[in-house]
Nanobody, 121 residues
Framework: QVQLVESGGGLVQPGGSLRLSCAAT????????MGWYRQAPGKQRELVAV???????NYAESVKGRFSISRDGAKDTVDLQMNSLKPEDTAVYYC???????????????WGQGTQVTVSE
């Protein structure tokens, strides 16, 4: 069973940096894209950044120029480097993957368990 295992997150002051990492494990055949979403209290889950298998990236307007997404195709991992963090970046961040399982015919969406990022004095 494919699982997405996240690490990173925590508490940081405004202007600080954090790095989130996510690894896809368990019967991964092919990763079409991976990325990060976030959900703040009382708000809908929103896209933060995504990267495809050919390294095409897409970012939310609110994080462009501050966040950077990267992947390691050999290790099935994706990282999110977050710089110049603002209080409004506070949310639970979820790793996402559009992944084809080994011997599978179609890909499915997979989600991590979520990791808290808090930006506060």
């Amino acid at each position: 069973q494919v699982q997405l295992v996240e690490s990173g997150g925590g508490l940081v002051q405004p202007g600080g940096s954090l790095r989130l990492s996510c690894a896809a494990t368990g019967g991964v055949g092919y990763i079409k894209k991976m990325g990060w979403y976030r959900q703040a209290p009382g708000k809908q889950r929103e896209l933060v950044a995504v990267i495809t298998s050919d390294d095409t990236t897409n970012y939310a307007e609110s994080v462009k120029g501050r966040f950077s997404i990267s992947r390691d195709g050999a290790k099935d991992t994706v990282d999110l480097q977050m710089n110049s963090l603002k209080p409004e970046d506070t949310a639970v961040y979820y790793c996402y993957g559009d992944i084809l399982r080994l011997h599978g015919r179609v890909s499915f969406d997979y989600w991590g368990q979520g990791t808290q990022v808090t930006v506060s004095e």
